[in-house]
């Protein structure tokens, strides 16, 4: 199986904290992109990350990608209620077609 | 117009049944896919199409039988399912092409339910 890791399976924080959750894959890939999903629904893309990048910065959203250690990081700062919700990761292969989804954190903001 | 539907939103079917599954888009994509997802779990890719054919079938069983009759719309015919196979199946596009971005879209789901 070509899909990914994530670690936490589940995250619950306060409303203002800072949330990491992390990302591990086995192949090389093009890019690495994080989708959110609220329950039972579509999924929603939220950053981009090439291969030959490090790191990106959009709104409260960082990521970070090691492509030595094949792992990405996706940092979410002064987290809300609504933030609450599964992430996950997708590497995207060199052939760019093909999308696999890390196993998601599931992430928990408390008011 | 960043949409992508999905028809319907539930589905409840026999295992002797045929329905289909229908998702369309209007923002030019040229390449459509179907996921499964289970409870819990992150999306399975299915099916891929490039410009309207079949590019990637990640081994999905025959029961499953995709069909992309123009650059808008996407089906997914089923014909004997199992129970395991009730899942939230996801339709998502993609912009092909120079300059394109990486991004998928994706629509709601159909939520199946195979009795």
């Known amino acids: 199986s070509q899909q990914g890791e994530e670690d936490p399976q589940a995250l619950s924080i306060q409303e203002g904290e800072n949330a990491t959750m992390n990302c591990s894959y086995k192949?090389?890939?093009?890019?690495l992109q994080w989708y959110r999903q609220n329950s039972g629904r579509g999924l929603v893309h939220l950053i981009l990350?090439?291969?030959?990048?490090r790191e990106k910065h959009s709104g409260r959203l960082r990521v970070t990608l090691d492509t030595s250690k094949k792992s990405s990081s996706l940092l979410i700062t002064a987290s809300r209620a609504a933030d609450t919700a599964s992430y996950f990761c997708?590497?995207?292969?060199?052939?760019?077609?093909?999308?696999?989804f890390g196993t998601g954190t599931s992430l928990t903001v408390i008011p | 117009d960043t949409e992508v539907t999905q028809t319907p939103k539930h589905l409840v079917m026999g295992m002797t049944n045929k329905k289909s599954l229908k998702c369309e888009q209007h923002?030019?994509?040229?390449?459509m896919y179907w996921y499964k997802q289970k409870a819990k779990k992150p999306p399975e890719l299915m099916f891929v199409?490039?410009?309207?054919?079949?590019?990637i079938n990640e081994s999905v069983p025959s029961r499953f039988s995709p069909e992309c009759p123009n650059s808008s719309l996407l089906n997914l015919h089923l014909h004997a399912l199992q129970p395991e196979d009730s899942a939230l199946y996801l339709c998502?596009?993609?912009?092909?092409?120079?300059?394109?971005?990486?991004?998928?879209?994706f629509g709601p789901g159909t939520r199946l339910t195979v009795l």
């Open positions: 998502a596009s993609r912009r092909l092409g120079r300059g394109s971005q990486d991004t998928q879209y």
């Open positions: 192949t090389s890939i093009n890019n």
């Open positions: 990350i090439r291969s030959n990048e």
């Open positions: 997708a590497t995207v292969t060199n052939t760019g077609n093909q999308f696999y």
């Open positions: 923002m030019g994509h040229r390449a």
């Open positions: 199409y490039s410009y309207e054919k079949l590019s």
